[in-house]
Nanobody
Framework: QVQLVESGGGSVQAGGSLRLSCAPSGRTFSRYVMGWFRQAPGKEREFVAAIGWYGGRTYYADSVKGRFTISRDNAKNTAYLQMNSLKPEDTAVYYC?????????????????WGQGTQVTVSS
């Protein structure tokens, strides 16, 4: 069983930065696709970014492209989401997700393992 633990959320002003971390436990995750999703109040969970097994391919939602960067350090068993130029509309609970077999990295249904979420609040 893979357990994912997110950290790094918090409150920032618009234009600020945060870095989220996701540390899977229970299994080496180098062969898992890692994804970040977010869910704002009253909205569906949406794709933010994903990264392939060894970081060779990355995927981003249009709304965060150029501002967010996903990365992974397999030696540390950790995935990251660097968020720059944050906007109030980025406010949401951010979830880390993982799965060894992902055909469509942007779809929540392709991931079996999820973290508990971390709150990101951006004030104007």
């Amino acid at each position: 069983q893979v357990q994912l633990v997110e950290s790094g959320g918090g409150s920032v002003q618009a234009g600020g930065s945060l870095r989220l971390s996701c540390a899977p436990s229970g299994r080496t995750f180098s062969r898992y696709v890692m994804g970040w999703f977010r869910q704002a109040p009253g909205k569906e969970r949406e794709f933010v970014a994903a990264i392939g097994w060894y970081g060779g391919r990355t995927y981003y939602a249009d709304s965060v492209k150029g501002r967010f960067t996903i990365s992974r350090d397999n030696a540390k068993n950790t995935a990251y989401l660097q968020m720059n130029s944050l906007k109030p509309e980025d406010t949401a609970v951010y979830y880390c997700a993982a799965d060894p077999n992902v055909s469509t990295p942007t779809m929540t249904s392709d991931y079996d393992y999820w973290g508990q979420g971390t709150q990101v609040t951006v004030s104007s």
